[in-house]
């Protein structure tokens, strides 16, 4: 006897190939039989008119902190993941010397905008090295897998200490030092190791991360040691796509053909430089012509900021008038807002600079502004935007930010796309997405707390590029199911998943996909010490597997916790 049979159902069996209707078996935590199963079982569910697809695998999350302390790392599970890979961008939390764990939670709070009084009091630092950390994660029960890489911030801390940002070159003891730690960690079970090579990483006081400017014998020899650890991908945060002129692939390219390790980089469109994306892919192709593998990770949608009253960011959060409201109760704030002459003060006043570097950005930034609105739309038209909007309604974009913001009771979301946008519309992601050798990404999961919410993408992906897009052509469904599934999980090994068949873990959705999509976002405060973060339901989700156990059934948890961290390449 089975014990589930899933009959009836519409199967995308995460290859690519012809969706089929067909019955799936499973017995413990694996598929053991797919097509027309006979016999009874222990539950029989019945999908017919569902849509059924493997659980999806995001590859790109910063759970770091919350895997200690949240067994189902929502949002993510309840966008029917099953398996997400965090320690991207090369910040983490390990290894890590006694008394430098605030360090590396005001490093997470300002590179991911996580709250660091959250991560202080959720996570119970119960190991040095980062093998202990893989143990401390290894302990807790959870629902839905995860998978984590060596970051190259914290190492880089750990071995050189205070030098680690003050020194860009890193001296051979240090290296040799790294190099060693790096495969340690492989050894135990990571998956990879991530780097930030970007501007836009920076400490809580201003400086670029650790390794931002590491040299290519410190990147040279941690390739070194990954191909003695025999896998792992390097993943790059990097700026680049954000000038015009010849990508500087070459030394990404050799370290990949030199010492066989995938190189996983993130890629968006840049409104300064907006056709460099495609010179990007152009040499990554080239690369992987000459025996690299490289690859790029790619959105499926804007990476687009939320500009809200209870978030990091908005236009007004400078003004005078603004700031004179902060310790008012958030009632008695929007009260106040809606004073004309506190309005007319608010919307007037100059800045001074008081709202930080992005505040004042904003204020010029009316062209690349939108109403969120409920459902939420993230292809607007260029005549939707606040500067155009002003124009048409003879109206200030101040007062329209402002009415905006105060939509909702006070809840209302501004939409700042800031990259895959400088062409107000999608194709150049659809580009990107259809390019060889790119992997969907991008949700951020866990992250970006005040500011982002792209944790959906993968419900997002699924309704709207295969069936809700109008202002562009539509994706098939099954090659859209491939991406996020058994395209994603095989870039880190994990082959034993992704895929309907028999002897593929028992990942599995099933899905009304009449009915999926995404809800708004919203502010919660349900962090540790109440602290915010930005959240987006999904519907249309009728059950979520994790190895062979329902974790969610019509949007509710059930409470099983068959999830674990993965380590090291997965085989069927």
């Known amino acids: 006897m089975h014990d589930i049979i899933i009959r009836g159902g519409r199967i995308h069996d995460g290859t690519g190939s012809e969706a089929f209707t067909g019955d799936i078996a499973i017995e413990g935590d694996r598929i053991v039989e797919v097509g027309r199963v006979e016999g009874p079982a222990?539950?029989?569910?019945?999908?017919?008119?569902?849509?059924?697809?493997p659980g999806w695998v995001d590859i790109h999350t910063h759970y770091d902190g919350q895997a200690l302390w949240d067994p189902y790392l929502t949002p993510s599970s309840w966008h029917g993941c099953t398996t997400v890979v965090m320690g991207n961008c090369g910040v983490g939390f390990a290894p890590v010397r006694p008394n430098q764990e605030d360090w590396l939670i005001g490093l997470m709070e300002s590179v991911e905008d996580i709250p660091g009084a959250a991560l202080a009091d959720g996570i119970e630092w119960e190991w040095e090295s980062f093998p202990g950390y893989l143990n401390a994660l290894d302990r807790k029960a959870r629902a839905i897998d995860i998978g984590t890489q060596v970051p190259h911030c914290a190492v880089r801390a750990y071995v050189m200490g205070d030098r680690c940002i003050a020194e860009e070159t890193a001296n051979d003891e240090d290296i040799r030092k790294m190099v060693d730690i790096v495969q340690e960690g492989l050894e135990a079970g990571a998956l990879g190791f991530s780097t930030s090579r970007t501007i836009f990483h920076k400490t809580n006081t201003g400086e670029y991360v650790p390794g931002t400017w590491a040299g290519a014998a410190e990147m040279f020899g941690i390739a070194d040691g990954m191909r003695r650890a025999g896998h792992g991908v390097l993943e790059m945060a990097t700026d680049l796509a954000l000038k015009e002129g010849e990508p500087d692939l070459g030394w990404i390219r050799e370290l990949s053909i030199r010492y066989g390790v995938p190189v996983s980089l993130l890629l968006f469109q840049n409104d300064e430089a907006p056709g460099k994306y495609r010179e990007l892919l152009k040499?990554?192709?080239?690369?992987?012509?000459?025996?690299?593998?490289?690859?790029?990770?790619?959105?499926?949608?804007?990476?687009?900021?939320?500009?809200?009253?209870?978030?990091?960011?908005?236009?007004?959060?400078?003004?005078?008038?603004?700031?004179?409201?902060?310790?008012?109760?958030?009632?008695?704030?929007?009260?106040?807002?809606?004073?004309?002459?506190?309005?007319e003060a608010i919307i007037t006043e100059e800045s001074g600079g008081k709202g930080g570097e992005m505040a004042d950005f904003f204020l010029k930034g009316w062209h690349k502004m939108f109403r969120l609105g409920d459902p939420p739309s993230y292809e607007p038209d260029r005549s939707e935007c606040f500067a155009e909007r002003a124009k048409t309604e003879n109206r200030r974009p101040e007062d329209i930010a402002y009415d905006t913001l105060l939509e909702f009771d006070g809840r209302g979301l501004i939409y700042f796309p800031l990259l895959n946008y400088a062409d107000?519309?999608?194709?150049?992601?659809?580009?990107?997405?259809?390019?060889?050798?790119?992997?969907?990404?991008?949700?951020?999961g866990g992250a970006h707390c005040g500011v982002i919410c792209d944790v959906s993408l993968p419900t997002f992906n699924m309704a709207y590029w295969g069936r809700d897009r109008k202002k562009g052509g539509l994706m098939p469904l099954?090659?859209?199911?491939?991406?996020?599934?058994?395209?994603?999980?095989?870039?880190?090994?994990?082959?034993?998943?992704?895929?309907?068949?028999?002897?593929?873990?028992?990942?599995?959705?099933?899905?009304?996909?009449?009915?999926?999509?995404?809800?708004?976002?919203r502010m919660a405060f349900d962090l540790p010490t109440g602290a915010r973060r930005l959240i987006q339901k999904a519907t249309g989700y009728r059950m979520t597997i994790k190895s062979g156990q329902p974790i969610f059934e019509s949007g509710e948890p059930t409470g099983a916790m068959p999830g674990a961290l993965v380590r090291g390449p997965q085989r069927k």
């Open 424 to 444: 107000y519309g999608f194709d150049a992601i659809r580009e990107m997405l259809e390019a060889p050798h790119t992997h969907f990404s991008g949700s951020d």
């Open 283 to 343: 040499g990554i192709a080239d690369a992987n012509a000459d025996g690299g593998k490289v690859y790029a990770q790619v959105s499926g949608r804007t990476a687009g900021l939320l500009l809200c009253l209870d978030g990091s960011l908005h236009p007004f959060q400078g003004k005078p008038s603004f700031r004179a409201l902060r310790n008012l109760s958030r009632e008695e704030r929007i009260a106040r807002m809606k004073d004309p002459a506190v309005r």
């Open 478 to 521: 099954e090659w859209l199911v491939h991406k996020q599934t058994q395209g994603t999980a095989q870039l880190h090994g994990l082959n034993d998943r992704g895929v309907i068949a028999p002897g593929y873990r028992a990942d599995i959705n099933l899905i009304d996909y009449d009915a999926l999509g995404i809800d708004a976002p």
């Open 42 to 53: 222990r539950r029989e569910i019945d999908a017919d008119g569902l849509m059924v697809a």
